[in-house]
C-alpha cells in the first residue's frame, strides 16, 4: 500500500500503469514536493523493506536539468522529521542508509566523502551504523557549531569515516522513458538502466528501509571546504516526473 504526499498545487495524478508526480513553478523560499512511498506512517523499526529485494519501473522526467532533487529507490528517511506533510510521520534522526537512482541539482552537495559526487544523476549508496535514534538526537546541539566553516569541515571529514557511501553519475537522457532496475542485496546493490547493468557496489545499506518516490524544489550542499547551505530553488515551470510499472519482488 502507497502513501501520496503533496505541498500546496503539486500534484500526484494516474496513468495507466503508474504516475505522474509534478511540482508547480514557483520562487525560492516555498517547499513544493510530491511524493510516494511505503513508510511515512510508520516509525522506523517498523519500516516494511529488507534484502533481498528488486525495485523496477520506468521513468522520465520533464527536464535533464530540474532545481532540487528527484529520484526512486530505497532509504530510513534519517533527516525529515515529518516535512510537515499531514500524515507523515515525526522521527527522531538517523544515520543515513539508502540505495537509489537519485538526482541533485548543481546547487546540491550531497556527499560525505571527497571521492564521491555530490550532485547529477547517481547511482549511490549508503551504509551507516545503526546506532539509536535517542544517542544521536543530543548531537542537535552542535549544529552552531557548523557555522564555523573550519569546525564544519572537520566534521563532515568525522562523518565521512562513519557514514560510508559509494556510487558513480550517468550519462543517459532522462527526459525519455528508460527502464530502472535495483537489487538491493545484503551483500551488495546493482543498478541496471534498459537491462545493462551500470553499476555494482559491496557497499550495501543496512537494517529496514522504505521505498520512495519523489520529485521537490529542495537543495543541501555539505561541501569538502565546509561550507553548508540548505534551501529551496525557484523554478521557472513547472517540473514532473512520470513513472510506470512500478514492481517490488522479495
Not at 538491493?184 to 529496514?208: C, H, I
Request: one cysteine or more; hydrophobic letters at 45%.
Amino acid at each position: 500500500m502507497f502513501n501520496f504526499h503533496t505541498t500546496p498545487e503539486a500534484q500526484i495524478s494516474t496513468l495507466p500503469n503508474g504516475w505522474h508526480l509534478e511540482i508547480p513553478a514557483g520562487k525560492a523560499g516555498s517547499y513544493r514536493v510530491a511524493q510516494i512511498d511505503d513508510y511515512s506512517d510508520r516509525p522506523r523499526k517498523l519500516f516494511p523493506l529488507t534484502a533481498p529485494i528488486t525495485l523496477s519501473l520506468r521513468c522520465r522526467t520533464s527536464d535533464s536539468l530540474l532545481p532540487g532533487t528527484w529520484g526512486f529507490g530505497f532509504w530510513n528517511d534519517p533527516f525529515a522529521l515529518g516535512l510537515g506533510l499531514q500524515g507523515m510521520a515525526r522521527r527522531l534522526p538517523a544515520l543515513p542508509n539508502a540505495c537509489w537512482f537519485f538526482h541533485a541539482s548543481a546547487e546540491n552537495h550531497l556527499s560525505f566523502d571527497n571521492s564521491q559526487l555530490g550532485s547529477g544523476f547517481l547511482a549511490q549508496t549508503f551504509r551507516s551504523p545503526q546506532i539509536p535514534s535517542a544517542l544521536l538526537a543530543p548531537g542537535l546541539l552542535a549544529v552552531p557549531l557548523l557555522f564555523s566553516q573550519t569546525i564544519a569541515k572537520w566534521l563532515r571529514a568525522v562523518s565521512g569515516k562513519i557514514i560510508r557511501q559509494d556510487g558513480v553519475r550517468l550519462n543517459i537522457d532522462v527526459t525519455q522513458w528508460h527502464a530502472y532496475n535495483l537489487t538491493w542485496r545484503e551483500s551488495e546493490v546493482a543498478f541496471s538502466v534498459d537491462d545493462a547493468l551500470v553499476f555494482k557496489s559491496a557497499l550495501s545499506p543496512q537494517g529496514t528501509l522504505g521505498l520512495v518516490v519523489w520529485i521537490d524544489n529542495q537543495y543541501a550542499a555539505w561541501t569538502p571546504q565546509g561550507r553548508i547551505g540548505l534551501g529551496t530553488l525557484q523554478q521557472e515551470s513547472a517540473g514532473w516526473m512520470e513513472i510506470e510499472g512500478l514492481e517490488i519482488v522479495k
